[in-house]
């Protein structure tokens, strides 16, 4: 920053760079490579993308096929090959960058978008690992700790409890939280909020949102975006207005079922 002003490095604002959204176990893998890395191998290979194309449909709009392979993966059910679908219909985007010393720089322009998905040979390792994940979301962890000398503060009543009575009044009622909101509604942890959703699919099929809502007693909008990644919304048919998951998904849960 000079004089109040931000110094932005362009040297390379025309280069094309890929955007991809990827899975939250992908992420902990480069990180932990990253983590890795020293002076011997400062930049640590951590996957390989390949390119098929159809050479007797080339102009197809399905002749362009991504596919990556992680070059480690953690132990476990983890899969290692992932489908990249390619989007070219988004909003045109930059990516910036800023160096630990405060520098700015503009690292090119987004050319394409990428969803990664596992890819259909790692279906059974995927549900395997969401079933685990679910599995351990599902263990409740409960201790029971003494407090000394706390004068009654936790014994307070708390903001948006109704309901108190006199302690001689014969009609005694339970204190009772009001009514919540999505404005007073705790968003959970992502991956614990996929894991119950998951749960919830395997009791039903298809899901309205605000039965969702209901059931997992989440804010609306952040329970969307998480339906929006795992589920297809039914604009017709018989099913209209209701959630359910994409065939990946809703294939490597049956395939748990079944084992």
Request: hydrophobic share 30%; glycine share 6%; proline share 7%.
């Amino acid at each position: 920053m000079e004089d109040g002003r931000i110094v932005l490095e362009t040297g390379r604002a025309e280069r094309s760079v890929w955007l991809m959204k990827c899975p939250p176990v992908v992420s902990r893998s480069w990180q932990s490579s990253a983590a890795s890395a020293d002076s011997s191998n400062p930049n640590p290979v951590v996957a390989k993308v390949v390119l098929s194309l159809d050479p007797l449909r080339p102009d197809g709009p399905s002749s362009l096929q991504f596919k990556m392979e992680m070059a480690q993966t953690d132990s476990g059910n983890t899969p290692k090959s992932y489908t990249l679908n390619m989007f070219k219909d988004f909003v045109p985007m930059c990516v910036f960058s800023e160096s630990n010393q405060g520098k700015f720089s503009l690292e090119g322009k987004v050319e394409h978008k990428f969803d990664m998905e596992p890819h259909s040979e790692n279906f059974g390792d995927y549900g395997k690992l969401c079933r685990e994940r679910t599995n351990k979301a599902m263990i409740k962890t409960r201790q029971v700790q003494v407090i000394d000398k706390d004068h009654g503060v936790l014994m307070r009543p708390m903001p948006g409890m109704v309901g108190l009575v006199p302690s001689g009044s014969k009609d005694k009622k339970k204190l009772t939280p009001t009514k919540g909101s999505d404005a007073k509604r705790t968003r959970r942890d992502r991956r614990e909020l996929e894991n119950i959703i998951f749960k919830l699919f395997e009791r039903q099929p298809n899901w309205a949102l605000k039965q969702l809502v209901q059931e997992t007693d989440q804010p609306e909008q952040f329970l969307k975006e998480i339906l929006n990644d795992l589920c297809v919304y039914n604009k017709r048919g018989p099913n209209q207005g209701t959630h359910e998951l994409k065939p990946e998904y809703k294939k490597s849960t049956e395939e748990m079922d079944n084992v």
